[in-house]
């Protein structure tokens, strides 16, 4: 049981980790609210005046911020379709008896593992280079024209190369989700007489629901901060074809020197992300109790 | 029970996880066969697949032309000094939430893990700005304490769900032994969660290897890690396939092992504890 004592401790114990994220939030976040009512450049140091809302004004109707949060919600959304259906079929696969399955699980998770740029990198070289990446040679090999994937098709290519990236986080959650699963139940309902794809649906995808939804919410906290892939690929081109909204305001902040214009762009994106954060807390808070 | 599967189904399944197994793997193989390669091997057309001239040449060479080996330092220094750092400062948290329990437990675990949920993307300008002030851009200790700070809420989670496993009425015996504060969780608690411990390290220690927002915006030259390092290939040296994969095999090869290692937690530390 807690005596006063400990319960004193407890407090001293847990402050300098309370404090110190108190700091990391507060400080910064009111720092970036405060810049964004400001007219500040770091271009023309002294001039900072106070302009009300004109930056929220400028950022919100610029055609780029348009492009940048279609392509956001285009980035999360692919993403999220080719992991979590992939993942449901890799989890499934996986999850059945065969010769290797250590070696294949370690095969699957292997992407998470590597760092962004890397990733990036191998994949616009060595992979989607129209001249001599492996694609290229692949389409010569049958004869049809060389694609310049991240030049002709920038947002799917990157889709593309963050999918590889997520696949494995979500077939390693859902593979966990599979194990869970009752067989006794579903050997009744094979006895039953009920098909594969019965069972697959009334029984096993109701079964992963909850950790499909986790997956869902977790990724899409990630992904909507995808940075280092755009950065070392296309850089946000051509034009904005592939910026997003965390590549928007880097741009505007650290190339275009303007503070306040990239705190208003910081500010609308907390708020997005605190949208989907929302249901991810909830869903986290359930289990606290449990 | 078991169920039993006809040998013939079982080969069928082998036959297609391995070739999904080495659909996925394949980049990182190719990368790691290329990284072996001379320049023109590794743009030949037909590719080459293991007949080759295997050298290590490209590796000197990344050393030589680009001090590959402090850039490998800073990693080690950014990702092993934030998980230090971070365990110092969690685990007394996640004591006091564990085992002295109070009405607001809950909801500061809540708060810590909202921290996580906010865009890096919201406080670069003035994170930007403070580094600048204070004259911490480019510098390890800079890039240490925003790591420690990013990654704190996963390792006072993850270290919390791990001390609920172990039983209050130990360390309550101690307590009635005579032990300290200090010692009651240096020598009681601390060596009965080392398993919990190592794996929430592990995870923290790839999570910082990898972090690619903040150590590209907040380092130039000198305290550049390899995620940074990697990033300036992106331009025309990018081309040097054999180069940019020796480079590659380096930055990924131990994490990779390290991540092979920590595959069960990882789901665990993820999740928030949301799928065990």
Known sequence: MATKHSRASARIMISPAVILLLGWMLIPLSMTLYFSFLRYNLLMPGMEEFTGLTNYKYFLTDPAFFAALTNTILLVCGVLLV???????????????????????????????????????????????????????????????????????????????????????????????????????????????????????????????????????????????????????????????????????????????????????????????????????????????? | MARSVSTNRKLVTTFFAWVVGLAIFFPILWTILTSFKTEAQAIADPPIFFNFHWTLENYVTVQERSNYFRHFWNSVVLSGGSTLLGLIIAIPAAWSMAFVPSRRTKDILMWMLSTKMLPPVGVLVPMYLIFRNLGLLDTQIGLVIVLTLINLPIIVWMLYTYFKEIPGEILEAARMDGATLRSEILYVLTPMAIPGIASTVLLNIILAWNEAFWTLNLTAAKAAPLTAFIASYSSPEGLFYAKLSAASTMAIAPILIMGWFSQKQLVRGLTFGAVK
């Open chain 1, 83 to 290: 992991t979590v259906i992939g993942g449901v079929f890799l989890a499934l696969l996986l999850d059945q008896p065969f010769f290797g399955q250590g070696i294949v699980r370690i095969l699957v998770i292997a992407p998470f593992f590597v760092m962004p740029t890397v990733s990036a990198l191998v994949w616009k070289n060595m992979f989607m280079n129209p001249v001599n990446g492996l694609f290229a040679h692949l389409f010569k090999f049958f004869e049809l024209e060389p694609f310049d994937f991240l030049a002709q098709a920038p947002l799917a290519s990157i889709i593309g190369i963050v999918s590889w990236q997520w696949l494995p986080f979500a077939t390693l959650i859902l593979l966990t989700a599979f194990q869970s699963l009752d067989q006794e139940q579903l050997e009744a309902s094979e006895m039953d007489g009920a098909p594969w794809i019965k069972r697959f649906w009334f029984i096993m995808l109701p079964h992963l629901s909850r950790a499909i939804t986790v997956v869902i919410l977790i990724q899409t906290i990630f992904l909507l901060s995808v940075f280092a892939e755009i950065l070392v690929t296309t850089n946000g081109g051509p034009g904005t074809a592939s910026t997003n909204l965390t590549y928007l305001i880097y741009m505007q902040s650290l190339l275009q020197f303007d503070v306040g214009g990239g705190s208003a762009g910081g500010v609308v994106a907390i708020i997005l992300a605190n949208i989907v954060a929302i249901f991810l807390m909830r869903m986290i808070g359930k289990n606290l109790d449990a």
